[in-house]
Nanobody
Framework: QVQLVESGGGLVQPGGSLRLSCAASGFRFSMYDMRWYRQAPGKERELVAAITSVGGRTNYADSVKGRFTIYRDNAKNTVILQMNSLKPEDTAKYYC?????????WGQGTQVTVSS
């Protein structure tokens, strides 16, 4: 059974940091590109960061470049999104996505709220 379970969300003050984790099971994690998306109330889902299955190439939304880092641990079937210098506009539900030609799997999301 395919599962993606996000964790690490919560309430943080502006300027703070959070580390989101996505634990994967039920498929060959190393062969999937991994992505983090977010969706704020009333807004479209937005691609935040991605890392490829081969080579571990990364790319980021302009709004998070220099503040967020995505990395993966294929031995642990985990992808991490390290978020620093958080801003109120980063408030959203964050989703983990595993994509390949063999399938596209989503987690249930974890809420991130940036507020003083």
């Amino acid at each position: 059974q395919v599962q993606l379970v996000e964790s690490g969300g919560g309430l943080v003050q502006p300027g703070g940091s959070l580390r989101l984790s996505c634990a994967a099971s039920g498929f060959r994690f190393s062969m999937y590109d991994m992505r983090w998306y977010r969706q704020a109330p009333g807004k479209e889902r937005e691609l935040v960061a991605a890392i490829t299955s081969v080579g571990g190439r990364t790319n980021y939304a302009d709004s998070v470049k220099g503040r967020f880092t995505i990395y993966r641990d294929n031995a642990k079937n985990t992808v991490i999104l390290q978020m620093n210098s958080l801003k109120p506009e980063d408030t959203a539900k964050y989703y983990c996505d595993a994509w390949s030609r063999w399938g596209d799997y989503w987690g249930q999301g974890t809420q991130v709220t940036v507020s003083s």
